[in-house]
């Protein structure tokens, strides 16, 4: 047996598996935010960005009449509308399937993707024109049409001062989009995520020289939302992975997008002891350069990510533009398939310290760090294979033609504790994640 702490606990890591040793540590106030339950409990001060200001408290005030248990997406989605501005506590118990049993639950009536394949086949359709103005009659249309009933199906809007909090260790959703959307002060917590499947994608032939298959539906996606806590949550494609997915006209058909993206002027975000696991383009911080994105979301984008796994990823972990991001104590796990983890975009302001990578051979320590734009980060005391390793010296000598600058222009102050990154790897690894609460 050997012991790790998590958080302010003492865990027994027995073969792997966490058992909770009923010993808690630390200040009078993570004592009584223990006692008070998973579901009564509130962001610990300091605790990254959704701590500054007002801080992060969810629906830790409901009344007994706004607290719910939920085992269906319609008896979810009913807590959710229920209840008006009220704080409410919404405690999911098992897992939700909110995608139905098929696609075909979503098709409008003539829709036939037969037909679309041969409509929109590069061979007749070429290569410089879009889809966007097919009219609704079309096989275009038709999938709008059926795209647009999926839609409104598995997506959810969840209001302000609101904590969802899964009960036990198998709670959470399959299928599912949470849209934190222009809402303040939510809380996330020991959740499983399977991402959604878009049922129907749309085919692009001027993306890229070979054209894409483009996807919607974020596992959650925070949109000018501000005051966000979401912690011991875990993210995968779990049954559909991207290894599973067919190829039409030689690109993938992507049915994936994000796991976690925050965009929109989204602001004060905390993301801890989560697990990311399985998947291509997983967390955007910021979606776009365009002059109006800018307008909306320079000066905000204040997210701290840290003691969470990325394990298994290809890129965006996370992709950032304008933000202020912390991402510290964080273990990254790299397979095949690994592009990069940091993605460097523009006004971007990246503090990257005192984390662990584990890189398989074949993957060099430079491909850590992807530059999009000219943007200075700070990347300190990080640790690649269990030796220190200066991240952006590293990338700028393997890389020469994406020279990175240091010196990010802030110092993170929100941050409860810091781990030495050596030690990461197995406090991480044994204590993020859903079930893993406590």
Excluded at 101 to 106: K, V
Excluded at 183 to 198: C, G, K, M, Q, Y
Excluded at 411 to 420: A, M
């Amino acid at each position: 047996m050997r012991t790790q702490k998590c958080h302010g606990r003492v865990i027994a890591a027995v073969v792997g598996c966490t058992a909770l040793a009923l010993t808690v540590t630390g200040t009078g106030s993570a004592q009584a935010a223990h006692r008070a339950g998973p579901d009564r409990q509130t962001l610990p001060a300091h605790d990254g960005w959704a701590a500054y200001g007002t801080g992060t408290t969810g629906g830790a005030a409901a009344d007994f009449a706004h607290v719910y248990t939920v085992t269906t997406w319609e008896q979810f989605k009913a807590a959710l509308a229920d209840g008006g501005s009220a704080p409410k506590i919404i405690r999911v118990q098992g897992t939700i399937d909110a995608d139905g049993p098929s696609c075909a639950t979503f098709a409008v009536p003539g829709y036939d993707f037969d037909a679309y394949l041969k409509t929109y086949d590069p061979a007749v359709w070429g290569r410089t024109k879009n889809l966007d103005n097919e009219p609704d009659d079309s096989p275009e249309g038709l999938r709008r049409a059926s795209a647009a009933r999926q839609d409104t199906s598995i997506k959810a809007n969840i209001p302000a001062d609101t904590t969802i909090v899964g009960i036990g260790k198998d709670a959470g959703f399959k299928g599912a989009s949470l849209q934190i959307k222009g809402v303040d002060n939510v809380i996330v917590r020991n959740l499983s995520f399977e991402s959604p499947l878009d049922c129907f994608p749309q085919w692009d032939p001027t993306d890229t020289a070979d054209g894409n298959w483009n996807s919607e539906y974020d596992s959650a996606v925070i949109y000018g939302s501000t005051h966000v806590w979401m912690d011991h949550d875990t993210f995968t494609d779990g049954d559909h992975p991207d290894s599973t997915l067919p190829y039409y006209y030689g690109r993938i058909y992507e049915q994936h997008d994000g796991e976690l993206d925050i965009v929109k002027g989204a602001d004060y975000v905390t993301a801890s002891w989560n697990v990311f696991e399985d998947h291509d383009k997983t967390i955007l911080i910021g979606n776009s350069d365009s002059a109006s994105t800018a307008a909306v979301d320079r000066g905000h984008l204040k997210v701290t990510f840290h003691h969470n796994l990325f394990s298994n990823l290809v890129e965006r972990a996370p992709r950032v533009r304008f933000g202020q991001v912390d991402s510290y104590n964080n273990h990254f796990v790299a397979e095949d398939g690994y592009s990069y983890s940091y993605g460097i975009g523009m006004e971007s302001q990246l503090v990257a310290e005192h984390n662990a990578f584990t890189l398989p051979t074949g993957v060099k320590a430079g491909s850590v760090l992807k530059k999009w734009k000219e943007s200075p980060l700070t990347a300190d005391d990080n640790y690649v294979n269990g030796e220190p390793a200066d991240l952006i010296a590293v990338h700028n000598a393997e890389i020469p033609g994406e020279i990175l600058q240091s010196g990010a222009g802030w110092t993170p102050t929100l941050r409860t504790r810091v781990d030495p990154a050596e030690a990461v790897p197995g406090l991480v690894d044994h204590c993020a994640g859903a079930g893993r609460l406590g």
